[in-house]
């Protein structure tokens, strides 16, 4: 393991730990300027950071941890543009002054490239894992293109506390069971924030690794030499045989946690941190290796000076203008209009669990880069309402497979994924057990475009079977629209019948950005009394539905609008089913609005309805109160008061913690027909 460092390497990693002290220095010099946005920088750890990020190519991945701006001045990132994140400035390259210092985000032809870095620790093992995968994906699919030499490979840091996080597991867990090529590095500095290891952690996180069947070294992270030599050593076997290696590295920690907490308010081992500090040894090795201490001075002495005027031009830079708050919320899709056949040549009516297998299919004939992995959707059971069956055995287990159980990993991996160019399409296997997955989507998956300014949409379908009935009882019946929709990035869609379930499966897998399908298992089939018409026929290939489009199912008559007669429901999911069996039961007096995409919502179609009718019900399978019903109602009431002749009346399930499994209780919890008619009845009566 004699590595040869060359001495051209060593002025570099020596210039680059000079300017990483330099920026350490003048931020804490300037502290009340610069404390404005907190902050964290390396100090303590940046010869680890530098020996990895000085060996990284440009095709490699890296996600840097917010204590890591060695590893980004080590692939290039200026010292100036460092500072514009620091102090939020428009040109930040990473996000345009909406994160973090040090939490980048990079996508540049000659860099190894960065997905968005949040600063919830520990998350960015999962969608970093997500590239691994993707990268083997693509290998074992024989895309085109594909380096043959100099394999990619994917770096993933972090501190040694957040690698205690249950996510951090799941990562690891597929990093070892798919063979992914990926280093996980843990800077262990024994802080949690004031929290020590002992109180912490059991094991340090080799042995933690080994659990996993993950190859693990251990190196003091302070000394180049020999950090050098382990990370080239753990790169090339990782390039070599497509597999996870986790680097130990032991720093001490010389800086303040951040800007906000300070260390000597809890600091009991400064004296023997300070002791093992990088610098003089780094110093040291270039003196030994014929390098004059003089000139070492010197570039310590120019870096400073340089340091200084770069900081002065920071601070006279542009901030963000009021109006930039609104970029990049969602990326552009060309998906704006119905189009296609929606009448195929088959006219045998199809369930609307086929519509998403038959989308699906068609998708994945089309394009490679297009997979499905989730709970029990592989071949051998093709998911637990058999809505992925026959997909395993046309593509292989390489493109449909199982995973083990981890909503996070599934959900949150989707970044990684379509960061590499595939498009997942994943599931949930109820929306009850979307809970564990939803951190990452809030975390990671909603935020990624935004937060990268641009440079880094999520596109991704996350399939979740949704709603009450077959027995499902209070873990298997649970919605959760208003979660979702209250996670703005993200778009929601609820489509009613097989025809819209397949025009939106298409329109969502061409959208760049993430997209969740709540599917109601309770009318995949049609068979509960009432959904009979969630069968339709086949739409052809090539019939998409765009997102945000609702549509009128039922009319009321021209005679009862005009006479004041009418009502608009507006509902979707069950809710469109429960209101056409209520709707017969009156005289062309009812307009049905199914939503069938939830967010972007199709206010204008909604408003335009309201104001003819002047009253509304929103009905939704959820419980009322507080909920994305309850919302929808208060943004009508504020965009058509005038046209009013009723307060909007919102009708869901009873607002309690869960459905029981007990028939005639389900029953009572959840709206119906009975109870829609009988709410209508009261409001004509008014
Ligand atoms: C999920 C999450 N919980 C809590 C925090 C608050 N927090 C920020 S840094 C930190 C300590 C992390 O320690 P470690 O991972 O060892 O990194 P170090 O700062 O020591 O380099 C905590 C608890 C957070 N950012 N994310
Ligand atoms: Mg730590």
Redesign the pocket.
Known sequence: MSEIISKETLKKAYTLLCTARSLSEIYELNKDITSKYVH?TSKG?EVIQLALSLQLDKNDWVSP???DDSILLGIGISPYELMLQLLCKIDDPFSGGRTYYSHPSLKKENMPKIIHQS?????QAIPTTGIALGIKYKYENNFPNLSKNKKPIVVCS??????T?GEVSEAFQMAALKKLPILYLV???????S?H?SETRAVDASTYAKGFGIKSYTVDGTDFKKSYSIVSQAINEIREKSIPILIHAKVP?LNH??SGVRMEWYRDDIKESLERDPFPKLKQLLISNGFKEDELNKIEKDIKESIKKEFKRALEAKDPKEEDLFNFKFAPTKIKEEKGNIKSDNNEPIFMVDAAIFAIKELMTDHPECLLYGQDVGKRLGGVFREAATLGEKFGDKRVFNTPIQEAFIIGSTVGMSAVGLKPIVEIQFADYIWPGL?QLF?EVSRSYYLSNGKWPVSCIIRVPTGAYGSGGPYHSSSVESILTNIHGIKVAYPSNAADLKGIMKAAYYDPNPVVILEHKGLYWGKIKGTEETKTIEPDKNYILPLGKANVLLNASKKMIENGNSICIVTYGMGVYWSKTAAKKFNNQIEIIDLRTLYPLDEELIYESVKKHGRCIIISEEPSSNSFAQSLASRISQNCFNYLDSAIKVIGSENLPAIPLNSNLEERMLPNAIKIEKELKKIFNF
């Open positions: 964290a750890h941890y917010y204590r600063s919830a620790t520990g998350m972090f501190g040694d506390a957040a690698i996080e800077q262990d500095n024994e802080w949690d924030i929290a290891s920690l946690h951040t951190n975390t």
